[in-house]
């Protein structure tokens, strides 16, 4: 600022300078016009005018030139003016001819230097009869400017240096305490300790200081007690095993635990996905937009498509304390849905089992009451085959109680040392007939270097036999089956391999529950308990 005041206040300075030089040269040309009698009503032309043009040019110290109407030149103070051009055409002499005065900078042929001219035309009887010209050098007039320039440089610069040590001094003062005050601010964006030993002036900015220590103070409290109450949430989402997550009114997801990533099979960070994209299930989110529009409480049983994850969601709005958002618990209800199945077909299995046989029973009863009691042979083939049904009915209570027993560890297994030959040899042999019987091919591999293990052999061989009688009893006619035992690292490995018609891979979870059958039409026999008291067993060893 202070340089372009300089800069306008040396042109100003120059132009008032060029100015009061020019109108100086106007008076003396007027002057000079009217000593030497050129105007109207002046005195007569004196006898030697070139003697007086060089008297007045060096009271003056200017040059002076006399031109007459027609451009001629009859006295110059400086040059011969035989030798000198017709001067009409000279920018200064042309203006004063248009406006009585005339004013030009350049530069002089005759003389050979920059001049500045300053030209008045001299009226007689209302006509123009001649001009008076007056030039100084322009290296004068610049010199002289140069000076006036130098002076305002030098003053406008004192003015300047002085500026600026005061403002450097006030910026000091003002900017060291508030650079201070902004270090200890800036500590609490990565939650560092702020200090407090800030300076004291007992101005402005102490006060400032004062209110900002306070505030920082304030602010370092609720920075920890949130910190503190994040890591008690944090660790709580974290060890939950209900999911949660937070929706805002767009449906992006804000949060996620990972109990609701795992349910929802997500596994990058998350950056505010769609809840569709993260879920993947349209019913979830119709229950998160139903609860946004009602602003009240959502909740449904859900299936999440083809992963079989049966989940209990709950949506609820966030109302004042965070507007627009919605809170969505999920919990796995997965294990719940399937021990309700496997009640329910418990219950239907049993029943099913136990109303076979007595519905036989009570046929042949009635058979036996109408009559056939007084026929022997055929009372006693009746008798034979409640007998039978008895004996089923003994079967699977003694299969459930043994089920149950091994269930609830009141059997315990007698581990010693056997050898798999042991093992194998006799359920092999026990069924090997039967599987003749069935036109089947049946042989055992077993290594010759397997060793001994720990194990109650009679329990691992009521397993294998559970397993061959399934393969027999499943196997069609030609069919072959395999016992094996293989050396498997530190353990030994038992198979059984057939050419059965197998298990659906739908139902290879279910298995194992107790009366629980692939195809109740394809199986006239057996309580559906062998594969459940063959698993116990396993799990036990």
Partial sequence: VMSVIGYLLAHYVTQIYLGELE?????????????????????????????????????????????????????????????????LERPEVQQALREGIGSSIRFSHTVGYRMMYTAVAVHRAGVVSGFVRVAVPTARVDTNVLSLQNLIILIVGGITFLAVLLASWISFRISKPLCKLTAEVQKLAPGEQAGRDLIHRGDEIDHL??????????????????????????????????????????????????????????????????????????????????????????????????????????????????????????????????????????????????????AGIKALTETLQDGALEDAQASRRFLERIETEVDKLNQMVAELMELSQIESGRVPLEIRETHVLDVVKPAFERLLIQAERAGLEMRMECGEDLPNIQADAGRLQQVIVNLLHNAIKFTDQGGSIILGARHAGKHVEFTVEDTGRGIPEADLQRIFERFYKVDRSRSSSGTGLGLAIARHVVEGH
Wanted: glycine share 6%; with cysteine.
């Fill in 23 to 87: 109108n100086r040269q106007i008076a003396e040309a007027r002057l000079i016009a009217s000593m030497l009698g050129m105007d109207d009503g002046a005195a007569p032309l004196p006898t030697d005018p070139r003697a007086y043009v060089m008297e007045w040019a060096q009271v003056i110290d200017s040059r002076i030139t006399i031109i007459a109407a027609n451009g001629v030149v009859s006295v110059d103070s400086e040059q011969d003016p035989a030798v000198m051009e017709n001067h």
């Fill in 209 to 358: 200081t004062q209110s900002i220590n306070a505030m920082m103070a304030q602010i370092e409290t609720q920075i920890a007690e949130l910190q503190s109450e994040r890591t008690r949430l944090s660790a709580v989402l974290e060890k939950m095993n209900d999911g949660v997550l937070i929706i805002d009114r767009d449906g992006s997801v804000q949060m996620i635990n990972p109990a609701a990533a795992r349910l929802f099979g997500w596994g990058r960070p998350l950056n505010q996905e769609p809840l569709v994209e993260v879920t993947r299930d349209h019913k979830v989110v119709a229950l998160w937009r139903s609860c946004l529009e009602s602003g009240a409480d959502q909740s449904a049983g859900i299936e999440l498509g083809d992963r079989k994850i049966s989940i209990q969601a709950l949506a609820v709005h966030l109302g004042p304390s965070l507007p627009g958002y919605t809170l969505l618990l999920v919990q796995d209800i997965t294990r719940q849905v399937l021990l309700d199945t496997m009640r329910r077909d418990f219950v239907s299995n049993i029943s099913h089992e136990l109303r076979t046989p007595l």
